[in-house]
């Protein structure tokens, strides 16, 4: 087993415990729209924890899908870009208070 492999297989640990420390709301101080913003009365929080928890995991999801699958670089730019605006979508209207 490679090094580079065992080093991935950590980072995406870490990364996994982080969004779920979000999504129960332990984390809250890593969304920025809550600790860094005065703005942060405008955010429904339960759905902008869920945006804030899943996109990461479903971008680390894609990452391992594209290591194991090896898409070519177009597509993988592509549905990363994709996942991205999706999330920067839902943060800014679906995460929204009314």
Same mark, same amino acid.
């Given at each position: 087993?490679?090094?580079?492999?065992?080093?991935?297989?950590? &980072?995406?640990?870490?990364?996994?415990? +982080?969004?779920? &420390?979000?999504?129960?709301?332990?984390?809250?101080?890593?969304?920025?729209?809550?600790?860094?913003?005065?703005?942060?009365?405008?955010?429904?929080?339960?759905?902008?924890?869920?945006?804030?928890?899943?996109?990461? +995991?479903?971008?680390?999801?894609?990452?391992?899908?594209?290591?194991?699958?090896?898409?070519?670089?177009?597509?993988?730019?592509?549905?990363?870009? &994709?996942?991205?605006?999706?999330?920067?979508?839902?943060?800014?209207?679906?995460?929204?208070?009314?």
């Amino acid at each position: 087993m490679s090094i580079w492999l065992i080093i991935s297989i950590a &980072a995406s640990l870490v990364a996994t415990l +982080l969004c779920l &420390a979000i999504l129960f709301g332990r984390g809250d101080w890593m969304i920025s729209a809550i600790a860094f913003d005065d703005d942060g009365e405008k955010y429904d929080i339960k759905r902008l924890r869920i945006v804030s928890a899943v996109m990461p +995991l479903v971008l680390l999801l894609f990452a391992w899908l594209d290591v194991w699958l090896e898409f070519s670089k177009t597509v993988s730019i592509v549905i990363i870009l &994709a996942i991205g605006i999706c999330g920067g979508v839902l943060d800014r209207f679906w995460a929204r208070n009314r």
